[in-house]
């Protein structure tokens, strides 16, 4: 497995604002998943990032929203822009680890945003 | 096109009963399931995952699945439940590199 780290782990922010989500892991991957996790729900997501090219968006998604970065096989961001209520979300990184395709997924343990 | 129905939104047991969490798919393909569960304020954690090999998976923490695939069902089992298993399941698949498609998750409450 790996460890995944999130920081921050929660936040209260105002409307407007961009806050920048920092997932770190401890061994190399090659893809690393972002997902929103609205109250009472399941996980929807938002992008994939693999290292060295850019993040490929779900439908409903768009990079000016929720810009990705992802400089080495060990960390990525995601930054949710110009929030709003409605962003007010469980936000949580994940990678696949083991070879082949299909593998399982492990997660941090999420950044809870509350948006004013 | 790939999906995930868990039947329950919310389990109730006593502790010491077993443990029954069902979930279905539907897959073009031959799916790999995983069970998830999280616990308030944490991330998901992986119980347990089925790739095609051994149809009755065993998972941590004493839970168990078992893969019918004429039935297209991955329940969740556990013979009797702790008070330290009350928290959400997601039931999730992926199949032929799709992204993984998770279930609209169960609630389990476990009463002394």
Known sequence: SAVISQKPSRDICQRGTSLTIQCQVDSQVTMMFWYRQQPGQSLTLIATANQGSEATYESGFVIDKFPISRPNLTFSTLTVSNMSPEDSSI?????????????PQHFGDGTRLSIL | AQSVTQLDSHVSVSEGTPVLLRCNYSSSYSPSLFWYVQHPNKGLQLLLKYT?????????????????????????????????????????????????????????????
């Open chain 1, 91 to 103: 936000y949580l990184c994940s990678v696949e680890v083991g070879m082949g395709g299909n593998q």
């Open chain 2, 52 to 112: 095609s090999a051994a149809t009755l998976v065993k998972g941590i923490n004493g839970f168990e699945a078992e893969f019918k695939k004429s039935e297209t069902s991955f329940h969740l089992t556990k013979p009797s439940a702790h008070m330290s298993d009350a928290a959400e399941y997601f039931c999730a698949l992926n199949s032929g590199n799709t992204p993984l498609v998770f279930g609209k998750g169960t609630r389990l409450s476990v009463i002394a």
